[in-house]
T-cell receptor, first 112, second 113 residues
């Protein structure tokens, strides 16, 4: 069954700790994205990748890092430098810039 | 850079009333996508518009792409409680850069039974 999978669904982190969110897709899509969504707000782009071993900063990249070592995987690390990391994080992928995005179920991160 | 403005930010309607959300781009778009996000869920693709002046329908939903390809609208006729959620547009300014894809802020629709 093809799709895009994010894990975990819920994540709790202590202040000062780094945490990595997983995103895996088996759709053979080249492009992958990470978005942050705050309550009642839109989607803000953190990072995107068009191809393996290449990625670009989005609008709010500070305090986040990514890697794209495999086509299927695009993990996001929320570092301790991110001042307000509590949010809903969405991963997405697409074939190319003229096609629709497929979203994962999201990870809800809470800093305690 | 490219901006996609979406209005209204919130819309509260009584069940049975109509609803419309609008997207306006600062640049001409190659295409525009619409998504729906149910409360607590993730955005799900609804439709893509490509041609100038294009109109597409999905049951009670009508999607339009402006003649100048800089604006678009989603209209829901006779809303139902199942229509509750956030509706996003995503504009593509063209070219091969994925960075030229921009989401609108979304319209949060509440339907009162």
């Amino acid at each position: 069954d093809g799709g895009i999978t994010q894990s975990p669904k819920y994540l709790f982190r202590k202040e000062g700790q780094n945490v990595t969110l997983s995103c895996e897709q088996n759709l053979n899509h080249d492009a992958m994205y990470w978005y942050r969504q705050d309550p009642g707000q839109g989607l803000r782009l953190i990072y995107y990748s068009q191809i393996v071993n290449d990625f670009q900063k989005g609008d709010i990249a500070e305090g986040y890092s990514v890697s794209r070592e495999k086509k299927e995987s695009f993990p996001l690390t929320v570092t301790s430098a991110q001042k307000n990391p509590t949010a809903f994080y969405l991963c997405a992928s697409r074939w190319d810039s003229d096609t629709e995005a497929f979203f994962g179920q999201g990870t809800r991160l809470t800093v305690v | 850079g490219q901006q996609v403005m979406q209005i209204p930010q919130y819309q509260h309607v009584q069940e049975g009333e109509d609803f419309t959300t609008y997207c306006n781009s600062s640049t001409t778009l190659s295409n525009i996508q619409w998504y729906k996000q149910r409360p607590g869920g993730h955005p799900v693709f609804l439709i893509q518009l490509v041609k100038s002046g294009e109109v597409k329908k999905q049951k009670r939903l009508t999607f339009q792409f402006g003649e100048a390809k800089k604006n678009s609208s989603l209209h829901i006729t006779a809303t139902q409680t199942t229509d509750v959620g956030t509706y996003f547009c995503e504009g593509n300014a063209g070219g091969t850069s994925y960075g030229k894809l921009t989401f609108g802020q979304g319209t949060i629709l509440t339907v009162h039974p």
